[in-house]
């Protein structure tokens, strides 16, 4: 509902915020446009996840503040005025939620956020209103997958409030059985409960995926293995592969890491 001046006043506003974070953190980020460079850059960078792909079609004047090596973003005017993203590899949720926390802290020294004493953030999606926070794992889950074990899982995670999928289409069978896990609920929970469960989720989900994988491989080691060796046949001397058929075998040749 903002006017063009109103979308752009507010990303100049949060550039100008964003400047004492490359101050107090130390990180130095770059702007993206994406009002006027949507054709250039806009679907390289869905392409690598720094935005979701409603702001490739928006028309607002959208932008994206994106450090160097581009494990914090800050949406400008998507479906938030602002989101602040935090991305890393391994299993160090806390570190992300704490950079988030710091980054968090240092711009609403300069905004005012809509905030209420009873309910929290007031977000745009009411999903999000509470904490305001979505955090999440990737997770190579291909034996569950293999297992058809993975609706189950999802539809008992819905009950908790949490979501799983995969990571790149929210198909029910991911591309490389890799799938994200996530929390659907914000209000009436604190930060920390919602990582711990988090946390808890995933290892259980990690586990369960260690054990239908011996079990597979004890009922069929040689086949397990054959299909292991092949997809690295494959994927050295094969000269086109699509997209599913590259995670596919790039999938298998991981599991072989278990």
């Known amino acids: 509902k903002m006017s063009p001046d109103e979308q752009h006043e507010l990303k100049d506003k949060i550039i100008h915020a964003a400047e004492k974070i490359e101050e107090e953190v130390g990180m130095q980020f770059t702007l993206y446009d994406l009002g ?12 690598r996840f720094a935005i979701p792909p409603f702001m490739y079609m928006d028309k607002s004047d959208s932008g994206l503040l994106l450090s160097d090596d581009e494990s914090v973003s800050i949406l400008i005017n998507g479906r938030e005025h602002i989101c602040i993203q935090i991305s890393g590899p391994g299993k160090n949720i806390y570190d992300n939620v704490n950079t988030a926390n710091i980054v968090d802290d240092i711009l609403n020294e300069s905004l005012v956020y809509a ?60 591309p490389g059985g890799i799938y994200r896990v996530r929390n659907r609920k914000t209000l009436g929970l604190s930060e920390t409960e919602i990582v711990s469960a988090l946390e808890q989720i995933t290892l259980q989900l990690t586990t369960q995926e260690k054990t239908v994988a011996l079990d597979f491989m004890k009922k069929d080691y040689n086949s397990e293995v054959d299909l292991m060796y092949r997809a690295y046949g494959l994927l050295r001397y094969a000269t086109e592969l699509d997209f599913d058929e590259t995670m596919a075998f790039l999938s298998l040749l991981r599991s072989g890491d278990m």
């Open 115 to 174: 905030y209420s004493d009873k309910y929290g953030y007031l977000t745009a999606n009411p999903q999000f209103t509470g904490t305001g926070i979505s955090v999440s794992y990737l997770l190579h889950l291909p034996f569950l997958e293999k297992g058809q074990k993975i609706a189950a899982f999802e539809k008992e995670l819905t009950r908790y409030g949490f979501y799983l999928g995969g990571h790149f289409d929210g198909r029910v069978r991911a």
């Open 36 to 47: 006027s460079e949507k054709h250039k850059l806009a679907d390289a960078l869905k392409g």
